[in-house]
């Protein structure tokens, strides 16, 4: 019974590495040789006599850099693209990365809910809807949250502090007359 074993990606690679270096040895031999011969000869300006075995050598040499050099083009073109993409990650890891919120490290121990009123890039349009829901005869907290999206600020306006998504979900329905809302975490930021 013959079972049939799948190379790992790191024994194939490392056969072509092993068959990579042979390749290069022998190309550089070939080439050393070749061009040791054509020196000679134009220094002396006469024919060179080459033994038959190194004139066969030579010419294997030859027929195996043809063979291999569409391989040879191949893996070059493959580093170049591995050195653009490890140069993309660089960058990338080189960048600010986004801030991310943890409601959970500034969420006041009794209330876990807000209601959600509005979003704002602008942080002057911000403080102008905050004395707009202030102004309003509501008693609800007002409390914003500043988030990064995707390199952009935002700042989340929101209202209420709730014990319970349910209590929420009341003043959203209550609220829902003049604005659009929705339900989502509280966060302890208020303001005055």
């Given at each position: 019974?013959?079972?049939?074993?799948?190379?790992?990606?790191?024994?194939?690679?490392?056969?072509?590495?092993?068959?990579?270096?042979?390749?290069?040895?022998?190309?550089?031999?070939?080439?050393?040789?070749?061009?040791?011969?054509?020196?000679?000869?134009?220094?002396?300006?006469?024919?060179?006599?080459?033994k038959k075995d190194d004139l066969a050598?030579?010419?294997?040499?030859?027929?195996?850099?043809?063979?291999?050099?569409?391989?040879?083009?191949?893996?070059?073109?493959?580093?170049?693209?591995?050195?653009?993409?490890?140069?993309?990650?660089?960058?990338?890891?080189?960048?600010?990365?986004?801030?991310?919120?943890?409601?959970?490290?500034?969420?006041?121990?009794?209330?876990?809910?807000?209601?959600?009123?509005?979003?704002?890039?602008?942080?002057?349009?911000?403080?102008?809807?905050?004395?707009?829901?202030?102004?309003?005869?509501?008693?609800?907290?007002?409390n914003t949250e500043q988030v990064q999206i995707d390199q952009h600020t935002f700042?989340?306006?929101?209202?209420?502090?709730?014990?319970?998504?349910?209590?929420?979900?009341?003043?959203?329905?209550?609220?829902?007359?003049?604005?659009?809302?929705?339900?989502?975490?509280?966060?302890?930021?208020?303001?005055?």
């Amino acid at each position: 019974m013959a079972v049939k074993i799948a190379p790992t990606l790191t024994q194939i690679n490392n056969i072509l590495m092993l068959h990579y270096k042979d390749f290069l040895a022998t190309l550089v031999l070939g080439f050393a040789l070749a061009n040791s011969a054509h020196a000679l000869a134009a220094a002396q300006k006469q024919a060179v006599l080459i033994k038959k075995d190194d004139l066969a050598v030579l010419k294997e040499s030859a027929q195996q850099w043809q063979q291999t050099k569409p391989q040879l083009e191949r893996l070059l073109k493959l580093e170049s693209e591995l050195k653009r993409t490890v140069d993309k990650l660089k960058q990338l890891n080189a960048q600010p990365k986004p801030q991310q919120t943890n409601h959970l490290a500034v969420v006041n121990t009794n209330a876990l809910f807000a209601v959600q009123v509005g979003a704002y890039k602008n942080k002057a349009v911000l403080e102008a809807a905050i004395k707009q829901f202030q102004s309003a005869s509501n008693k609800l907290e007002v409390n914003t949250e500043q988030v990064q999206i995707d390199q952009h600020t935002f700042y989340r306006l929101k209202l209420g502090a709730f014990k319970t998504k349910e209590a929420a979900k009341d003043a959203c329905k209550l609220l829902i007359n003049n604005n659009t809302c929705f339900v989502t975490y509280y966060v302890k930021t208020p303001q005055s």
